[in-house]
């Protein structure tokens, strides 16, 4: 969590690809149980937001994460 917090405050991200992580939020406030059965709220972020990391350069993730683990 801390690293996509993290990743939504660096300027170098497009604010399009910033709107996963967003979309996963709104989706949790706005629509709580949308998908009976095995798919479940959970599973739609946790799918926004590994498409969010997968499309930022992993050159800025490995940046982030040597901060964080200073």
Same mark, same amino acid.
């Given at each position: ?42 599973? !739609? ?10 499309? !930022? ?14």
């Amino acid at each position: 969590m801390k690293l996509i917090l993290r990743l939504m405050a660096d300027e170098r991200i497009s604010i399009r690809l910033k709107l996963l992580p967003i979309l996963s939020l709104l989706y949790l406030l706005l629509y709580p149980d949308m998908f009976p059965g095995p798919i479940d709220d959970a599973g !739609v972020i946790a799918l926004l937001n590994t498409l969010f990391l997968a499309f !930022v350069p992993r050159e800025i993730i490995q940046e982030h994460k040597d901060i964080l683990h200073e």
